[in-house]
């Protein structure tokens, strides 16, 4: 199968846009990353899937000054590591809105929006490095070998690791 182009991902056609929002909603039952909606899955010719999500928020606090904003800007997409499904290779691009801040005074024009799954500049979903930091922790396992399940990088779990001991030690 050929790759999809992503501009043709975030544009469904008018004709098609009616018949697939149930299956969009099942999907996003069966994906279950809380917060966020299944924009499309398309298959790439390795067998894995790409998944496209964007975010149920309609606006964002400005991280400088707080204000609400509803007016986007652009929407930039992200590619993410999240838990694997099964067998089958798992890409996961994330669709952000990027905001722009509606106070004048603000010294931050635009803003990108966060959420409790996908923090700022964070190339790991929440729920992975819940899992990543459960499965170094509670096992006695190398981190080379994590690191390997979960198709990530070893520094990447080392980095958790010790995010985690610093969290339990309260330093």
């Known amino acids: 199968m050929r790759p999809v182009a992503l501009d043709m991902l975030l544009v469904p056609n008018a004709v098609s846009r009616r018949e697939p929002r149930a299956m969009i909603d099942r999907t996003t039952l069966l994906f279950a990353l809380p917060g966020f909606r299944v924009l499309n899955v398309t ?4 067998g894995g899937r790409l998944v496209l999500v964007e975010s ?3 606006e964002g606090g400005c991280p400088s000054c707080g204000v609400m904003s509803s007016r986007v800007k ?3 997409t992200c590619r993410l590591k999240d838990l694997p499904h ?3 290779p798992l890409r996961l691009w994330v669709s952000k809105r990027r905001f722009v801040c509606s106070e004048k005074l603000c010294a931050r024009r635009t803003f990108t ?3 409790d799954q996908v923090p700022a500049r964070s190339r790991l979903t929440t729920r992975l490095r819940t899992k990543v930091g459960a499965a170094v922790t509670t096992t ?3 981190m080379s070998e994590v690191a390997g399940e979960y198709g990530v990088a070893w520094w ?3 980095r958790i690791l010790v995010a985690k001991a610093v969290q339990v030690l309260g330093q």
Do not use: M
């Not at 298959?43 to 390795?46: G, I």
């Open 74 to 76: 652009d929407r930039p």
């Open 43 to 46: 298959q790439e010719p390795d």
């Open 113 to 115: 929006e966060v959420s």
């Open 156 to 158: 990447t779990v080392h």
């Open 56 to 58: 149920l928020a309609k």
């Open 86 to 88: 099964g067998s089958v």
């Open 140 to 142: 006695n396992r190398a």
